[in-house]
């Protein structure tokens, strides 16, 4: 499942004040990130502004920008111009916004509803890869396919 971020208004930051404690953003975008890797879904983060330079977006999550225009107007737009909107979960604090992505087709979710949804999930686990390789029964198998000679 798709889910769109209103990544300044989630943060609480401007995108002035975002540009200016850039660590607040790579804190963000990092704990998006782990629930990524712990089966979130796909994850697209939109912010205001247009610097990309002040970081990286880490492994599962999409970031843009949406100079010259809101965030707001990008997430509403975009939900417009896709096939699907009932596909797209739009994660935001903001009212206003939650009623415009409604009315597009989309659903919504605060970011304590996205959380707590991300923290009750049961934790994947992938399968262990084991570097030694486990001893072969040869005999048991001999046997269970018949080709024991001692019994014929």
Request: charged share 25%; aromatic share 10%; with cysteine.
């Amino acid at each position: 499942m798709p889910y769109w971020f209103d990544g300044n208004n989630l943060m609480g930051l401007s995108a002035a004040a975002a540009r200016s404690d850039a660590q607040a953003c790579r804190a963000f975008l990092s704990t998006l990130s782990s629930y990524h890797r712990s089966g979130g879904g796909r994850f697209l983060v939109y912010f205001d502004g247009d610097d990309s330079r002040l970081f990286a977006a880490p492994p599962g999550v999409a970031v843009r920008y949406s100079a010259p225009e809101s965030t707001d107007a990008v997430i509403v737009r975009r939900l417009r111009e896709i096939r699907h909107p009932s596909e797209v979960i739009v994660v935001t604090n903001d009212h206003g916004l939650t009623v415009r992505c409604r009315d597009a087709g989309a659903a919504t979710m605060n970011w304590p509803e996205f959380t707590s949804k991300m923290q009750s999930r049961p934790p994947t686990h992938r399968r262990k890869q084991s570097t030694a390789q486990e001893p072969v029964d040869v005999e048991y198998w001999m046997r269970f396919f018949g080709l024991d000679k001692t019994n014929s």
